[in-house]
């Protein structure tokens, strides 16, 4: 039996089966040979006497009993199927774990996270009770702040769609990244979550805080009869002193010096001027906060100081309400008679005035983007703040 073959050369790693013929004298069968090609090229047969032929068209032989090459790719295609499904599940579980991501507005659970551990740190009256009962104690309070202020930013997503669809496009409900129902699920399981910590951790003052932050954030974003009140700004601004002015520095002051440390519950100076600038503070983002929101809220007739106002006023009026706030807490640590207390409030909020004249002077008033700038940058001068109140003692 004399087999009539070719050499062939193969550029791809991909293996395929291709189809020859045996000769055996008048009869011939048909073979396969297994090779890891695309392409490939009969580039020299040999004929019985072992002579060379270089053209493919003269090894008549060969011809006369050739079948035509047939590409089998089912092995290939199915890995390349294979291939591509697990690249899609995997972008596709990330995009999601990201929409989650940015739902829980991760910025703001930053400075409520912030905000919870200064206040939590006025109670501590000697540098003996940062212990680690302390630190794990404010841990536990921190994760069921976390979770309500996540339905509050979440419940708030839920009826503000359309208006986000303008103002801020690019958050998950309103850019369809996350459904409706996804955003439903999370909210109300964060809040479940929330509550059930809360009374495990048997603290009246912290599920009592707790629950007015769920019962004023909802007041603030539901869209039901006397609720709804980021329509009217006096509403609105009650919502942020009693929320985030109040009801959470007083609840978790009072768990971790009573629950956490032991002590009797008391109300020094220090804490009902902190409690004072929080107020003032959040009253101040209440107002800036609407500024990049003007054309949405005036398509959707709600009523604000920046569409009642103008931009730029309420800009200047939020900078020199800050200045206020400043001068107090400078006016506080010189008469303060601990020296670190002094130093540490007087050069930090002479220091953050500065910054804040700085860079309102630059603010391009027609622009969103310088104004969304402005307002974030607000933002990182409370996180400043949470950081100097636990300095300041009277």
Request: charged share 20%; glycine share 6%.
């Amino acid at each position: 039996m004399v087999i009539l073959g070719c050499v062939k050369k193969h550029v791809s790693p991909i293996t395929r089966i291709h189809e020859g013929a045996v000769n055996r004298g008048s009869e011939s069968t048909k073979y396969s040979i297994r090779c890891r090609s695309s392409l490939f090229h009969l580039t020299n047969c040999r004929n019985r006497n072992g002579e060379g032929i270089t053209n493919d068209k003269q090894c008549k032989p060969f011809n006369r009993h050739r079948a035509p090459v047939t590409l089998q790719d089912e092995a290939a295609s199915r890995f390349d199927e294979d291939n591509n499904n697990s690249i899609g599940f995997r972008d596709a579980f990330l995009k999601n774990i990201n929409a989650i991501f940015q739902f829980t507005r991760p910025f703001f659970l930053l400075g409520v996270t912030i905000d919870m551990t200064s206040v939590s740190l006025l109670a501590p009256q000697q540098f003996a009770d940062l212990t680690p009962t302390f630190f794990i104690g404010l841990l536990k309070a921190i994760v069921p702040g976390l979770l309500v202020n996540i339905y509050e930013v979440g419940v708030n997503q839920l009826y503000d769609v359309e208006i986000d669809k303008i103002n801020k496009p690019d958050l998950p409900l309103a850019s369809g990244d996350l459904s409706i129902g996804a955003g439903i699920t999370i909210t109300c399981t964060c809040l479940l979550m929330s509550l059930a910590i809360g009374i495990m951790l048997r603290s009246p003052p912290l599920i009592s805080a707790i629950i007015m932050w769920f019962l004023l954030s909802s007041a603030y974003s539901v869209d039901l009869p006397f609720l709804r009140w980021k329509r009217n700004p006096f509403l609105a601004t009650l919502y942020g002193v009693l929320e985030r002015g109040l009801v959470m520095p007083l609840g978790y002051f009072m768990h971790i010096q009573k629950y956490v440390l032991g002590r009797p519950i008391e109300f020094s100076r220090t804490l009902m001027f902190v409690v004072a600038v929080k107020c003032w503070f959040y009253v101040l983002l209440l107002l800036l906060k609407d500024m990049p929101d003007v054309d949405g809220d005036r398509e959707h007739g709600i009523q604000t100081l920046s569409i009642a106002l103008g931009k730029e006023k309420v800009l200047w009026l939020g900078v020199y309400m800050l200045l206020v706030v400043y001068g107090a807490l400078v006016i506080a640590g010189a008469s303060s008679p601990f020296l670190e207390s002094k130093l540490m409030t007087i050069i930090g909020h002479s220091t953050l005035a500065f910054l804040l004249l700085q860079r309102a002077r630059n603010v391009d008033v027609s622009s969103q983007a310088a104004i969304l700038s402005f307002y974030r940058f607000i933002w990182k001068l409370l996180f400043a703040e949470h950081i100097l109140l636990p300095c300041v003692r009277l």
